[in-house]
Structure formats: structure tokens, C-alpha cells
Nanobody, 121 residues
């Protein structure tokens, strides 16, 4: 069983920055989803095991950057210029196949517990 350990959520003012991190054991594509209160879960960003392939949701492009440190099997989500609408629980996910993040996220193999990100106006 793969454990995903998330860190870095919190409260920040609009325009501020936060960095989320997620550590996993094993070689997986990894990424982030988010779910705001009363809304459906949505894809944020994902990165292949090699780091060569990256996918980022349009509404966060230019503000959020996903990267990974394979020495520590850790993926990072740097979130800049945060907006109140970015407020959500952010979930780390891992799967052998990057394409699953886009095509069939319900089939993703492993999920973290979630970390709250709150952006105040």
C-alpha cells in the first residue's frame, strides 16, 4: 500500500503564495486535485515520474507550478498569486499512468488525505 504524505496547506491572503508537497514511496506519476465546498473535485496539475510530461489545468496556468524531486519521491505544487476561488481541499494523487489523471481520475490508484488551502480576500 502506497502512502501519500501531504504538507504545506494553510491560510493566506489573496495574492500570496503557498507550496504544497507530497511524498510517496515508489515510482509514480503524481499530481493534485482540489475540491471546494459544495463543488466537484477538479484536476489541478500532474507530472510524470520522469518529470518530462506535465499537465496543468487552464485556470491555474501561469500561477501554479508542479515539480518533483525524485530523490525523495516528492512532488511540489508552488501556488502563486492565489485567489479566493483557489480555496479548497487539495488532494495529492499517484498512479503508474499519467494519462489516468486526465482521462479517468476516478481510477487513480492512490490518494492522500487532503490538505486545506484557504485564501482570504
Amino acid at each position: 500500500q502506497v502512502q501519500l504524505v501531504e504538507s504545506g496547506g494553510g491560510l493566506v491572503q489573496a495574492g500570496g503564495s503557498l507550496r504544497l508537497s507530497c511524498a510517496a514511496s515508489g515510482h509514480y506519476a503524481m499530481g493534485w486535485f482540489r475540491q471546494a465546498a459544495g463543488k466537484e473535485r477538479e484536476f489541478v496539475a500532474a507530472i510524470s515520474w520522469s518529470g518530462r510530461s506535465i499537465s496543468v489545468e487552464d485556470s491555474v496556468k501561469g500561477r501554479f507550478t508542479i515539480s518533483r524531486d525524485n530523490a525523495g519521491n516528492t512532488v511540489h505544487l508552488q501556488m502563486n498569486s492565489l485567489k479566493p476561488e483557489d480555496t479548497a481541499v487539495y488532494y495529492c494523487a499517484a498512479d503508474p499512468d499519467l494519462a489516468v489523471f486526465i482521462r479517468s481520475p476516478n481510477g487513480i490508484a492512490y490518494w492522500g488525505q487532503g490538505t486545506q488551502v484557504t485564501v482570504s480576500s
